[in-house]
């Protein structure tokens, strides 16, 4: 908020604000273009969705949208939820000094589609927004082509990696190469599934098997089906609870995108809870709780390296 005080001239605060916008606009300039028809004008969107600060403390919680059925980020057993997007969730609102509820949606197409329908928006039938939404990938890009929302506290950076049975390759995991001899198992439309089988023209395709989700390669593994399975790091250590598996990190040939930055979406005009959301993950990160979590699901914290 900019208070404009005596011996300010009001049109050097509008050329202050002026110049503000047009340095955003130049951030993006490389990247927002071929996106004018699809990006909002901020007058045509309603700007009554979600709650400003000071009504989410006079109500005493926070939403936070998160993933379903999104083992070891986001669940429900038993009717409570479960997960590490969770407890990071409680504590923002801890910190806040609120309550932490939660919306568990079902990803939508992208993204680009995720923050519409859960934060600056709402979806075209049911539900509603929220007001933070987790486990969002932080870029330029995406920042870009999203200017009715603020990407924000970042937690975790994420990547891929490769869940292999030791008896088959007893010496080092396997890369990329190997799997011209060997059976290795993905998620359907996934990262994964888009660099092995495009690898060097299609030569790996024969031995692909695709799969509804992690945990079904997994358990394709453990029979034998696959020896090794292609995907994101986290859910695959999750998955790991075997001696005769291991996860492991290697090379990718010819490929560049396999790490990625994860943290929060809040509406753009709700930037405070921005701020505050973004002060309680750094205090976690800095004190170990958030690695506390992450250990406790048996994944491994890599601390975002901003």
């Known amino acids: 908020m900019i208070v404009l005080r005596f011996g300010i001239h009001i049109a050097l605060v509008l050329g202050l604000l002026a110049g503000t916008a047009q340095h955003a606009l130049a951030r993006c300039e490389d990247l927002a273009k071929g996106y004018g028809d699809v990006i909002p004008k901020r007058s045509d969107t309603r700007i009554d969705v979600g709650q400003d600060y000071d009504t989410i403390l006079e109500r005493g919680y926070l939403t936070f949208a998160v993933y379903e059925d999104f083992a070891p980020f986001s669940w429900e057993e038993a009717g409570k939820p479960k997960g590490i997007d969770i407890e990071i969730a409680h504590i923002i609102a801890e910190d806040i000094g609120v309550e932490a509820r939660f919306n568990f949606v079902a990803a939508d197409e992208n993204v680009d589609?995720?923050?519409?329908n859960q934060i600056w928006k709402g979806p075209l039938i049911g539900g509603q927004v929220s007001n933070i939404m987790m486990h969002v990938p932080y870029s330029k890009d995406l920042q870009c082509r999203n200017e009715?929302?603020?990407l924000n506290g970042q937690y975790f950076n994420e990547t891929l990696a490769t869940a292999y049975r030791v008896d088959v390759f007893p010496d080092d995991p396997p890369t990329t190469p190997y799997y011209r001899f060997h059976k290795v198992g993905v998620e359907n439309h996934t990262i994964s599934?888009?660099?092995l089988s495009?690898?060097?023209?299609?030569?790996l395709l024969s031995n692909i098997r695709h799969y509804p989700d992690h945990?079904?390669?997994f358990a394709a593994m453990g029979t034998g089906e696959v020896d090794a399975v292609m995907g994101v790091k986290s859910i695959l250590e999750y998955l790991d609870q075997s001696d005769e598996v291991d996860v492991a990190t290697p090379p990718l040939v010819n490929f560049a995108l396999d790490t990625w930055t994860l943290g929060i979406a809040v509406r753009h005009n709700f930037r405070e809870l921005s701020y505050a959301a973004d002060y309680a993950i750094a205090d976690a990160l800095a004190d170990g709780r958030i690695a506390a979590i992450f250990a406790k699901y048996g994944v491994s914290h890599a601390a975002p390296d901003y």
């Not at 589609?113 to 519409?116: N, Q, T």
């Not at 495009?198 to 030569?203: A, D, P």
């Open 193 to 195: 599934d888009f660099y």
């Open 113 to 116: 589609a995720d923050l519409r």
């Open 198 to 203: 495009n690898f060097n023209g299609g030569m």
């Open 148 to 150: 009715l929302v603020v």
């Open 215 to 217: 945990k079904d390669a």
